[in-house]
Nanobody, 121 residues
Framework: QVQLVQSGGGLVRPGGSLTLSCAASGSIFSIVTVDWFRQGPGDQRELVASIGSTNSTNYADSVKGRFTISRDNAKNTVYLQMNSLKPEDTAVYYC???????????????WGQGTQVTVSA
């Protein structure tokens, strides 16, 4: 069984910083990609940042230059460093990992439990 456990998040003032973590455990051969999504109140879930197996990264325009996604393969953990936070960054953040459980095996998708980020004075 594979689990994605998120940590971090909370309440921060505008201009502040937070780091989210997404740790995968269980029967994992390798993690292919990890995406961070967010969903604000009344909004659709949107893709915030992605990191591939070669550490290639992509960001939504709204977070470029402020957010940084990174991965620690030894720990099967992906991080989302969020700086210069704005009230509009307030949302529940979710990680989604595409991984394989064996060499040449199929891809599986797993979601973290979600974590609240609130940016408010």
């Amino acid at each position: 069984q594979v689990q994605l456990v998120q940590s971090g998040g909370g309440l921060v003032r505008p201009g502040g910083s937070l780091t989210l973590s997404c740790a995968a455990s269980g029967s994992i051969f390798s993690i292919v990609t990890v995406d961070w999504f967010r969903q604000g109140p009344g909004d659709q879930r949107e893709l915030v940042a992605s990191i591939g197996s070669t550490n290639s990264t992509n960001y939504a325009d709204s977070v470029k230059g402020r957010f940084t996604i990174s991965r620690d393969n030894a720990k099967n953990t992906v991080y989302l460093q969020m700086n210069s936070l704005k009230p509009e960054d307030t949302a529940v953040y979710y990680c989604n990992a595409i991984l394989v459980k064996s060499q040449s095996g199929p891809n599986f998708s797993y979601w973290g439990q979600g974590t609240q980020v609130t940016v408010s004075a």
